[in-house]
Nanobody
């Protein structure tokens, strides 16, 4: 069973930055894609960014140019650097880790952008 530990969420003013981390452990199989999704109150969960094992990325248009996804394969960790944050970025952010046995979700971390 894969365990995921997320960290880095919090309260930030508009225009500020946060860095989310998600560390995976307990996986018996190689981790393929890793990604971040978010869910705002009353809305469906949506893709923020994904990254393949080789480093190819897919970034949502709403955050392109402001958010960067990266990973450290040796540490089984994925990061989301969020800059120029806006109030509409407020949501619970979830990491997703995929192996050949399926996908695993983190517990979620709250990001609140407010003055």
């Amino acid at each position: 069973q894969v365990q995921l530990v997320e960290s880095g969420g919090g309260l930030v003013q508009p225009g500020g930055s946060l860095r989310l981390s998600c560390a995976a452990s307990g996986n018996r199989f190689s981790i393929n894609d890793m990604g971040w999704y978010r869910q705002a109150p009353g809305k469906q969960r949506e893709l923020v960014a994904r990254i393949t094992r080789g480093g190819s990325t897919n970034i949502a248009d709403s955050v392109k140019g402001r958010f960067t996804i990266s990973r450290d394969n040796a540490k089984n960790t994925v990061y989301l650097q969020m800059n120029s944050l806006k109030p509409e970025d407020t949501a619970v952010y979830y990491c997703l880790v995929e192996t050949i046995r399926g996908g695993y979700w983190g517990q979620g971390t709250q990001v609140t952008v407010s003055s």
